[in-house]
């Protein structure tokens, strides 16, 4: 099913700006919202009455903790009522000597993935090079992962990169596509192409509501 989701990151929105969020959503549902760890259980209680599926960002925002870290850290935000989460696959953790330790960590997040609870791996394509790129799709292939999230600046590169995944992995992959919401999105343009799920980030501050 195709759906339109919204990632929120800011660490610093007062209760007051929270509300203003979900007041939004009230008047313009969507089919979900991501919101860092830190504002996961207010959004939460500020949703009831919604359908709207909620997740959050583990081991932000560096991604780059020990496997005991992002695992406590996940299962903890499953407790604490998300949905969905989002996990940092950097580049660096592709190297040679990271390659062990990338699939104990997949390894070990899959068992938290209880009921309709889901890991997405997060791929911000502004960090990463043409080689790096073939490299992870290489890499996610081998671990047979098949819940993927892309970030783009902007439509070109977000077409570009969902070309290639779709490609690759055919349709057995989950793929979703978030665009800076200061750029403008072809939602149906990004649907044809083989996007399961398109969004907007938002980069929130108090001053830009």
């Not at 989701?5 to 919202?33: M, R």
């Not at 292939?141 to 992995?169: C, D, P, W």
Request: aromatic share 12%; proline share 2%; charged share 20%.
């Amino acid at each position: 099913m195709k759906t339109m989701a919204k990632l929120y990151v800011c660490n610093s929105l007062l209760d007051d700006n929270l509300k203003i969020v979900i007041q939004k959503l009230f008047f313009q549902p969507i089919d979900e919202i991501y919101v860092l760890p830190t504002h996961l259980k207010r959004i939460k209680n500020l949703l009831t009455g919604l359908t709207t599926t909620v997740g959050s960002f583990v081991d932000y925002p560096l991604f780059s903790g020990t496997i005991a870290k992002i695992a406590y850290e996940a299962f903890d935000l499953f407790k604490c009522g998300a949905d969905k989460l989002l996990i940092g696959f950097l580049p660096t953790k592709l190297k040679a000597k990271n390659w062990r330790r990338l699939k104990e960590l997949c390894n070990t997040l899959q068992p938290l993935c209880f009921g309709n609870k889901k890991l997405i791996y997060f791929i911000n394509t502004q960090r990463i090079k043409e080689i790096e790129f073939i490299e992870t799709i290489k890499r996610m292939q081998e671990l047979h992962i098949k819940q993927i999230a892309l970030a783009a600046n902007n439509m070109q590169k977000s077409v570009y990169y969902t070309g290639i995944f779709r490609q690759e992995f055919g349709q057995e992959l989950n793929l979703s596509v978030y665009v800076k919401n200061s750029e403008f999105i072809d939602f149906q343009a990004l649907f044809k192409k083989g996007v399961d799920h398109v969004g907007q980030i938002y980069n929130l501050t108090a001053n830009n509501f």
